[in-house]
């Protein structure tokens, strides 16, 4: 790791060109308030998350911890983000340092980091939760991950640079050093390590960058999502979506977890919310179960849970006709939550791992006609000459991966697809 001087850290904030230079200047200033932030990957492992927990108990040791001096939250991340400590839940080093034991590693396979950033800002950085950003506290992040994400960051980065916060970000493993450096603030502020125990054994550099850096923040914090404050995407729209999630033994519990990551990988992109985007979900083998309809919930993060809670259902017979049958006749009506009679786009999305038992090309068919974009994303032993029949359908869209763990890498294709207006007639209600 290479060393590099504190004071030039004082100039790190015209590197951004896209930062517009008054909106924060930074200096090195020993102590002080701060709003300390952990945003740590769960899935490093336990030997590695030991570590962490001992770095933050001897990082807090020498300063006093507590709403007039600095505070410290904790969130992890896999898949989705999940909150541990808030910055205001501990109000002294000795209560923060009593729940630090708390913190433990999770298995995983798939980490979203954007997702993640999104999270820290939206529902960390707010006044309500401890944070002083509007008093002009110096607001800290240090992004701790072992895997490179499996979602976009450069977004969520952004917006975090834009509010001021300052961003530090240590990789191990497969980390990607290059996503790390469009997330951190600055390429200084990027701790690549073989692994995290070296690390936060020595930790002198992440030591002085968080004790040090400060700035002159934002005094307002954005109140829009990152999808709608970033320059370059465009998921503020309205969609309803249905996902429709092939539960057989084809899939497997194995492969499920890639699966349900795929399905959160595409809604953490998504602008939900009841004027925006709704999602809706069922999962199918021989019969289809509905696991939440279009109106079941209001926010991205209830569906990223109920998600990730998935278990999959089992058997050997894959009806998807009957399937898409039920999605038609079920989810996308008024009485679910469905919106296609104030013409919004009307999306389902079905994923599927093997061979279906019955004929399906009628009603794929008629999900076009019906006006709903359709799209078939598949992997395992699914019939690749079956799905593309039905990709003969003008707009009916197929994918395939020949490995479930691909599949979550899949949601940057099909997002553009999603928003996508597509020209139909107006669909009458059906029965």
Known sequence: MKKHPLLLWAFIGILFVEIPPPLYSQEVVAGGNRDIVFLVDSTMGSLSMVSLRDFIKRFVEPWI???????????????????????NSHGTKESLVAALGEIKATPGQTVNIGAALDFV???????EKGSRLQQGVPQLILLVTSKKSSDVVEQPAWALKQMGVLTLAAGSRAADELELKQIALADQLVFMTRDFKSLFGNPREIVDALSTLTGVTATEVPSESVEAISPTTKTKVA????????????????????????????????????????????????????????????????????????????????NTGAALNSALIHMFQQSSGSRRRQGVQQVLVLITGGPANDQFN????????????????????????????????????????????????LAELIIPLILTDVDAKEPEEIS
Do not use: C, W
């Open 362 to 409: 009628s009603v794929a068919d008629k999900l076009v006609l019906d006006g709903v974009l359709a799209i078939t994303v598949s992997s395992g032993q699914a019939d690749e000459n079956q799905l593309r029949s039905i990709a003969l359908i003008p707009g009916f869209m197929v994918f395939h991966k020949t490995n479930f763990s691909d599949l979550p890498a």
């Open 65 to 87: 911890v507590g709403p007039n001096a600095v505070q410290v939250g904790i969130a992890l991340f896999s898949s989705s983000p999940s909150l541990q400590m808030d910055l």
């Open 239 to 318: 969609r309803d979506i249905v996902f429709l999630l092939d539960g057989s033994d084809h899939v497997g519990s194995g492969n499920f977890p890639s699966v349900r990551d795929f399905i959160i990988n595409v809604v953490n992109r998504l602008d939900v919310r009841p004027e925006g985007v709704q999602i809706g979900l069922m999962q199918f083998a021989e019969h289809p179960k509905v696991e939440f309809y279009l109106k079941s919930y209001d926010n991205k993060q209830d569906i990223v849970n109920r998600t990730s809670e998935l278990s999959l259902s089992g058997g050997s017979v894959l």
């Open 121 to 127: 800002r939206s529902n960390m950085l707010q006044p």
